[in-house]
């Protein structure tokens, strides 16, 4: 490999990158209100999940149906159900919308022969996590934006926002959709904004090679090590005392309510510190590279080792690729996925194959070559991004579902603290 090529390939790769431009943003405040709207809200949050298992029971009784017939069944429901006839027709459309988008989610792992379960659609049932959409009707902005109206049948009114985010920087013409979301701490609304977000990226004249791992979170290809955080084995004491204290509520109590919703107050918290540890950390790795390589982990087959599960999962790795990738989009950089394959076992140096068991940590070579097992893995992982091109794209990045359909959707940013009312 001639000197000048991986500068060549940086210059090739961030080229690429920046004929894509990331269209959406999704904005996020929480909506303060009196306890009667709480209860409204929670009638179309139930209406909207009852339109999408109709919709999906409906497919599977009458298969051959498509995107369309589905939306077409949405006012048969209104005119069957009342309650279903007080949600806005925009949001019974998003519900079958989102219908579809699990079935054809199950059709596309089934084209593309993907091992194991194929993800066919099923029922929602849970009360955590509702959500209802609307589209171009069913809510209204104040003139000062921070107050938002819903006008469907449930007659919610009128809500706070409190966000950190100001709205008048985009249009209402810019606004594609508007949720609203229910989780363990509370209510909060979703704005997909149509805007297409860039940022510059001075040339930093490095190229990196990244390995995670369980013992630090990742190491790099010029020895930098990231501490893993590890934030639900930190929390693990306080979560099994919670649990406890549930398992010894009598169900259907109020009490029984109450200890359920600590329990999903922490176990929020604790996915709140893995995203917002996973956004800081790909944002600080895009903006002091030119490209990033890393491995393509099969993360879905990785946790079924039950001995690793809790703690790959506590670690967060396809979230942090995800952001990652988006980031590389937004600031022009390109990042690249190579597979994993003996990525630990070869040496970097002479690329003999060194067998070593996962106890290993100290890679030792023949050739004289002698470093720590992850450093050794993110110098190969960078020398087959630089050989060849792999997979180069994002997914939805933001933690939840995505807002509008094939679109990206970038990070916005919430305020959870408490705020007095101002009237």
């Known amino acids: ?30 909506l303060r209100g009196e306890e009667r709207q709480y209860q409204a809200l929670d009638e179309a949050l139930r209406t909207s999940r009852f339109v999408r298992n109709m919709c999906l029971r409906y497919w599977m009784d009458n298969r051959g149906l498509n995107k369309y017939d589905l939306n077409k069944y949405c006012s048969v429901l209104a005119k069957e159900f009342e309650f279903a006839k007080l949600l806005n027709s925009t949001a019974r459309q998003a519900s079958a919308e989102r219908a579809w988008s699990s079935i054809s989610r199950f059709f596309d792992n089934c084209r593309k022969g993907e091992p194991g379960k194929k993800g066919y659609p099923k029922f929602r049932k849970h009360q955590t996590n509702l959500s209802v959409e609307y589209k171009a009707s069913g809510w209204k902005l104040s003139d000062d934006r921070q107050t938002i109206t819903f006008t469907d049948g449930f007659e919610a009114g009128s809500f706070r926002m409190w966000g950190t985010r100001d709205l008048h920087f985009y249009q209402i013409e810019q606004i594609k959709r508007v949720r609203v979301v229910r989780r363990a701490d509370g209510y909060y609304i979703q704005f997909c904004v149509d805007v297409e977000r860039r940022e510059n990226h001075e040339y930093q004249n490095r190229v990196l ?3 995670v791992g369980l013992n630090h979170f990742y190491t790099d290809s010029d020895g930098n090590i990231v501490e893993n955080p590890r934030y639900l084995r930190k929390k693990e004491r306080s979560l099994k005392r919670t649990q406890r204290r549930l398992s010894r509520k009598k169900k259907g109590s109020k009490n029984r309510v109450k200890a359920r919703n600590k329990v999903g107050r922490k176990h929020l918290k604790v996915s709140r510190q893995r995203k917002d540890f996973a956004v800081k950390t790909a944002r600080c790795v895009v903006q002091s590279s030119d490209l990033v390589a ?5 993360v879905r087959n990785m946790v079924k080792n039950h001995h690793l599960a809790k703690s790959i999962s506590d670690a967060s790795w396809s979230q942090f690729r995800e952001w990652l990738e988006y980031f590389g989009k937004v600031f022009g950089v390109g990042t690249i996925a190579v597979p994993p394959h003996y990525t630990s076992q070869n040496c970097s140096s002479c690329g003999t194959t060194v067998k070593k068991s996962l106890s290993t940590r100290t890679h030792t070579c023949k050739c004289g070559c002698v470093l720590d097992r992850d450093h050794n893995a993110a110098l190969n992982i960078l020398r087959i991004g630089l050989s060849t091109v792999g997979h180069t794209g994002t997914q939805d990045a933001s933690g939840d579902i995505d807002l509008c359909t094939g679109e990206e959707t970038p990070p916005g940013k919430s305020s959870r603290r408490k705020r007095k009312s101002s009237k």
Do not use: T, W
Not at 21 to 30: D, H, I, S, T
Not at 294 to 298: A, S
């Open 1 to 30: 490999m001639h000197e000048e090529s991986p500068l060549r390939l940086c210059f090739v790769l961030r080229y690429q990158y920046k004929q894509v431009n990331v269209r959406m943003l999704v904005l996020e405040a929480k």
């Open 209 to 211: 090679g990244i390995d």
């Open 294 to 298: 890393y491995e393509d982990l099969k």
